[in-house]
């Protein structure tokens, strides 16, 4: 059997010891079970084998192989009640996705704006609630500036959004503090341009 995916899925057995069981004749039933990305986007799953093949392109799609001398079976959209029997302790085993959340800076310099600070609290809880040890916190700034001025400010941001985070009970160990200056700007402009949005720093919880 083969199968090709694009998204997120899950099958029911493991591949090896699928393979071994059809190859075998003793023929359990595969599940297959197409979830949709956590930012809701759907990829899509081709499930085939020498008999046919079907592709589930829609979320929460599924589709069954009975045996290596049968077809993979038509699709269906399968139900919640379905889906917790068959997949409930891998759904509740998958980790939580990431989550990212932005910062934003006043003009030419490292203090956070007051909307920004208010987001530390919900950022903590995140890293409480995942039990994190990777985080990542990426400085970036606007073109106001020489390049290599804003390369340090956008060092200076992200460190001092590390040290918050560290100071509110986040381990050290577990941040990575990068920047990338003005060369990844969230709206792109020309040079010398003040733009509120790409003077922050990203903050991502996994």
Not at 33 to 44: I, T
Request: aromatic share 4%.
């Amino acid at each position: 059997m083969m199968f090709t995916a694009l998204g997120r899925y899950l099958t029911g057995l493991c591949l090896c010891l699928l393979a071994c069981g059809l190859a075998a004749g003793c023929g359990p039933k595969s599940q297959f079970l197409l979830l949709p990305d956590p930012d809701g986007r759907v990829g899509a799953l081709t499930v085939s084998n020498e008999k046919g093949s079907q592709l589930l392109d829609k979320a929460y799609m599924g589709a069954s192989v009975d045996s290596a001398d049968k077809a993979p079976s038509p699709p269906t959209v399968w139900s919640q009640d379905k889906i917790t029997k068959l997949f409930g302790p891998a759904l509740e085993a998958q980790p939580d996705p990431a989550v990212t959340f932005i910062l934003y800076f006043i003009s030419g310099t490292s203090d956070l704006t007051e909307e920004s600070i208010e987001k530390i609290p919900r950022i903590m809880a995140a890293i409480r609630d995942r039990k994190s040890t990777d985080l990542s916190v990426i400085g970036h700034t606007d073109r106001v500036g020489a390049a290599e001025m804003n390369r340090r400010l956008s060092v200076n941001r992200a460190s001092r959004v590390a040290e918050i985070l560290i100071s509110k009970g986040a381990d050290s160990n577990s941040i990575e503090v990068t920047s990338h200056g003005e060369e990844n700007p969230l709206i792109p402009t020309a040079d010398d341009v003040a733009e509120p949005k790409n003077r922050r720093v990203e903050v991502t919880v996994r």
